[in-house]
């Protein structure tokens, strides 16, 4: 008797708490984060416990985004975007100054960054915007979203945190993308983006250049800004086929690696699980993108179709960006490897983004009815 | 087109679906772009990151090695190491480094020059290295910050190797000093390829002996293979290779005789130069003032530079880089040219009457109404100017610059010290080369007259003095100078010898040298030296010089109305014992007025000491009655 109404309760938890969370993003998401613990135990075993918390809170946080729908997620966006923007211009009027760049505003109880809401910020508004202009997408409204992007983008990046203004930067280009802007203009983009190329390199502040000049030759300044990526590229290469074996990467555990549980930890994967594991990783990066892109595809509306196609786009370049970085094909920029890293700000921001893609996918049946 | 009139929500769909296919096929296109880069780094190119990865644990850390000694002839340490704790700061490891110092302050005495110093070095340094805030802590200091060590990441306590001068002052010119290696240095040790031996090393010799032989007195640094992290922090030491010691440096010069050449000096300033004529070995280096070479060990604090950067110039080492006219020492060699060129003999005399008239100028000798009937051991002995305007005028510049250079005179010595002067030895050729326009660069006969007296265009340097003066001893045999006699391989007992490396022979008449130095024997019994050198146990030879700091154009020379730094400067050339030399120099005192007044009496006190080991009590007396006595 007990017994039973014990199991009742429990299925009525089950069903309440998890039917709205799509199982097989929750399948990939389980594995993901078990791999990320598992080399986090290798990397930094001290952190273990606070990234267990950090979990913890991205996961309700996701729960809760889960179970908003699209429609009332549409309400958010003007206030989201224009808030951020004004954050943005408070940083760069009365910011805090640390390590030469001024990304902080500190509100007195606690110290912010808002290029963080112009991550989920920015798509948000797009969307909602190509949204309520979907009778008539005509240039003049691909011209208004453009300013919409540019504005915050260079706010951003003139603080200057160039890796977050290129995400952000990235994000909208997906949605104007997805929204459909023709191949003519794309194209004649991109042109005019390589062309403007020697412009932007003399506006880039000098550790900025000194990035990318060290991407070009490492080797050349090794002790120096050099470091990170010889350090890291060692520990890739060196982790050959099947690995080092976990706990075994001398380069992580002997400390020549830098940030190893953060920005870097990917090296340590690699280190220790070597090319099979990197295939597992990609694997696992690739269906969790293929899952939200069929999302996006079954999507009702325009705005959840948008929000679902760019939030899924962002996991790729987080993870494209974090490994091209630490195996040396891209400069190194500040950004983590999604799910991987430790770190609570970004954990939360990304189980948001899966948030919203489960409610997408939750909501695609009520909409169309 | 019009999509807003005539939408297909399915056309519309079919649209998203195919820009979702685009972006999808560029997902996979980047991430077969990264597998193939991890293809490329774990696969193809993995044994060439295995290895470096192998070599990223073990790191080589240097040893240094002990610095070799400088040791004199008799064996006296002018230069060892001692091991001292210094408590030394890593600026990239120490956060706010004006922070730590005040903290630091409180626990161990850090002064307001300790500060400067180390703001000094900060500046200097470019790399990851840590210095030193405080140097030479003691033991009750040390206990002290170790036990409020975990106060302070980024401080440390260090055993190191300090050089030490345990003399001061004595000989700093010749022995130099080590200071810490700054970009000139790295660019000497590059250029000798001997970076990796100087991993770890931050002293290198700046001057003198320690920068002339630093290749020798450096050592061969060891290694100690350590398991580190990327901090570069040692872990575990896996295998060592001891450093080896530098070599020893064994001088010829005698430690006891420079301390009572210097001593002899007093106040004044100047040079001297003694050389053993024999071999070319150097038995003092002279140079006043002098200075404290421990100063510059750890890093000079600023006070204590300015201090150095007088109108004395105690950095100057006067005895190589000081160019001075000869003046009348210069007498001796002239005379010698004449015998050897024939255009004299001995017993030929002159009539002086107190000036040679040339052009309708007068050359004035310094006695009135002059010396009378003069030979050539007269004009030696009585330093006869008027006998020395004839002769050069007799002989030519060219003549006499080509009878001089043998001697050295006017290129460098070769010694074994850098900073050498060359001089002037004047020619018509050097002053075609020197001066530009064409009305300077004509030698004129008039020139040439003054030069017999050792004035006018012709400087030398002490040690040039000093090498021609052993030439001349030692019958024209010459020996490069050097300070160093062998060096030494503590290990092995090797001895590396600097042999005595003759220059040249210069082919001399014995009669011709024997008038010469009969002359200058008599010098030092009846003439300008006599007094300084009255009473002396030892047959010696010498000659007074002065050499002009400015002309008087006519007027007398009043002492008195000239001012300090405008009197003359004092010359004294020697040798003794006379029939067997064992030891020829040369003093120079700057602005110490005549020769035998100031510069005889210093020669005096060094050849005592040397022939017969009497020590002075006090300095050289500058001998007032000198002033009166005529013709030097």
Request: glycine residues 8%.
């Amino acid at each position: 008797m007990l017994l039973r109404r014990f199991k009742k309760v429990i299925r009525d938890l089950w069903r309440r708490l998890v039917t709205p969370l799509d199982p097989p993003l929750m399948l990939i998401l389980g594995l993901l984060v078990a791999y990320a613990f598992l080399v986090l135990f290798s990397a930094s075993v001290d952190r273990l416990q606070n990234q267990v918390i950090n979990l913890t809170v991205a996961l309700i946080a996701m729960r809760f985004v889960a179970q908003v729908s699209p429609q009332r997620l549409m309400h958010f966006a003007l206030p989201l975007y224009v808030g951020g923007v004004l954050l943005l211009i408070g940083v760069a009027l009365f910011g805090d100054v640390s390590k030469g760049a001024r990304r902080w505003l500190d509100l007195g109880v606690t110290r912010i960054q808002p290029s963080e809401i112009m991550k989920i910020a920015m798509p948000l508004m797009l969307a909602w915007y190509f949204q309520k202009h979907e009778a008539a997408l005509r240039w003049k409204e691909f011209v208004v979203s453009a300013l919409l992007l540019f504005i915050p983008v260079a706010l951003i990046a003139k603080q200057p945190d160039l890796g977050t203004a290129l995400l952000v930067l990235a994000v909208g280009f997906y949605v104007i993308f997805l929204a459909g802007i023709s191949w003519k203009i794309l194209t004649f983009l991109a042109v005019s983006g390589l062309g403007s190329m020697p412009l932007l390199w003399t506006m880039l502040h000098d550790y900025q250049r000194n990035r990318v000049l060290t991407l070009l030759d490492p080797e050349k300044d090794p002790l120096g800004k050099g470091f990170h990526i010889i350090q890291s590229t060692i520990a890739v290469g060196s982790g050959g086929i099947f690995g080092k074996g976990w706990g075994n990467g001398t380069q992580t555990h002997l400390e020549f690696l830098p940030e190893r549980h953060t920005d870097f930890i990917f090296a340590v994967l690699s280190e220790e699980f070597g090319l099979f594991g990197n295939l597992i990783l990609l694997v696992l990066y690739a269906l969790l993108i293929g899952r939200g892109l069929m999302i996006a595809g079954n999507a009702p509306t325009l705005f959840s179709r948008l929000m679902a196609g760019s939030i899924t786009l962002i996991f790729f370049t987080y993870a494209f960006v974090n490994m091209g970085m630490v195996s040396g094909i891209l400069p190194v920029v500040g950004v983590p490897l999604p799910f991987m890293s430790y770190g609570g700000t970004a954990l939360v921001t990304l189980f948001i983004g899966v948030g919203i893609l489960m409610s997408i996918h939750k909501h695609r049946m009520l909409v169309q009815k | 087109m019009h999509p807003a009139e005539f939408r297909n929500p399915d056309q519309e769909i079919q649209r998203f679906q195919r820009r979702l296919a685009v972006a999808a096929g560029f997902v996979l296109f980047a991430f077969a772009l990264l597998f193939s880069r991890f293809f490329w780094l774990q696969v193809i190119q993995h044994e060439y990151y295995q290895t470096r990865a192998e070599e990223n644990r073990i790191s080589l850390v240097p040893i240094t090695p002990n610095r070799g000694l400088i040791v004199d002839r008799n064996g006296v340490v002018l230069a060892r190491n001692y091991s001292a704790y210094t408590l030394e700061i890593m600026p990239d490891k120490a956060g706010d480094i004006e922070k730590v110092i005040n903290e630091l302050a409180g626990v161990i005495e850090i002064l307001p020059k300790d500060r400067k110093r180390f703001k000094r070095l900060m500046e200097e340094s470019k790399n990851f290295e840590s210095l030193p805030i405080r140097t030479r802590l003691t033991d009750d200091e040390v206990a002290r910050f170790i036990a409020q060590r975990y106060r302070f990441p980024g401080v440390e306590i260090k055993a190191r190797l300090f050089r030490q001068y345990p003399f001061g002052e004595l000989a700093s010119h010749a022995i130099g000093y080590i200071g810490r290696v700054n970009d000139k240095d790295i660019e000497a040790i590059e250029k000798k390829d001997v970076a990796d031996n100087y991993r770890g090393t931050d002293h290198f010799g700046k001057t003198g002996l320690e920068h002339k032989y630093e290749f020798d007195l450096h050592g061969q640094t060891g290694f100690e293979q350590v398991e580190v992290d990327s901090a570069g922090r040692a872990m575990r030491v896996l295998a060592s290779n001891p450093p080896i010691p530098g070599d020893n440096l064994v001088l010829t010069l005698d430690s006891k005789l420079q301390e009572v050449a210097e001593k002899a000096f007093g106040e004044r300033r100047g040079a001297l130069v003694a050389i053993d004529p024999s071999n070319g070995g150097v038995l003092a280096l002279v140079s006043m003032p002098g200075f404290d070479p421990n100063l510059f060990v750890d890093g000079i604090s600023p006070q204590d530079w300015d201090a150095l950067r007088t109108d004395e110039k105690p950095m100057v080492n006067r005895a190589l880089s000081g160019t001075y006219p000869p003046g009348s020492t210069y007498k001796p060699f002239m005379a010698l040219a004449a015998l050897e060129l024939g255009k004299r003999t001995p017993s030929q005399t002159i009539s002086d009457p107190g000036y040679f008239n040339f052009g309708g100028h007068h050359f004035r000798d310094d006695k009135k109404g002059g010396h009378g009937i003069v030979d050539m051991y007269k004009s030696i002995v009585a330093s006869c100017d008027t006998y020395y305007y004839l002769l050069a005028n007799d002989l030519g510049v060219d003549n006499i610059a080509r009878f001089m250079a043998p001697f050295g005179f006017g290129s460098r010595t070769g010694i074994d010290i850098e900073g050498e002067s060359e001089g002037v030895l004047p020619s018509q050729e050097w002053k075609k080369k020197r001066f530009r326009k064409a009305d300077q660069q004509k030698w004129y006969a008039g020139e040439t007259i003054s030069i017999g007296i050792g004035q006018g265009y012709n400087t030398y340097t002490p040690i040039q003095l000093a090498q021609a003066m052993a030439a001349l001893a030692n019958n024209g045999v010459m020996y490069r100078p050097h300070i160093v006699k062998y060096i030494e391989n503590i290990r092995t007992g090797e001895r590396r010898m600097i042999e005595p490396h003759p220059l040249r022979t210069i082919p001399l008449k014995p009669e011709n040298i024997a008038v010469i130095k009969q002359a200058m024997v008599g010098v030092n019994t009846e003439g300008t030296g006599a007094r300084a050198f009255a009473g002396a146990e030892y047959v010696s030879g010498g000659k007074t010089g002065t050499s002009q700091v400015y002309s008087l154009k006519g007027a007398t020379y009043e002492v008195a109305k000239v001012k300090e730094h405008l009197r003359d400067h004092a010359l004294f050339i020697a040798f003794a014992p006379a029939d067997n030399p064992k030891i020829a120099l040369a003093v120079l005192v700057e602005n110490g007025g005549f020769g035998a007044q100031s510069a005889a009496p210093i020669a005096r006190q060094v050849l005592d000491y040397y022939l017969l080991g009497k020590r002075p009590k006090e300095p050289a007396k500058e001998d007032a009655a000198a002033e009166v006595q005529e013709g030097d």
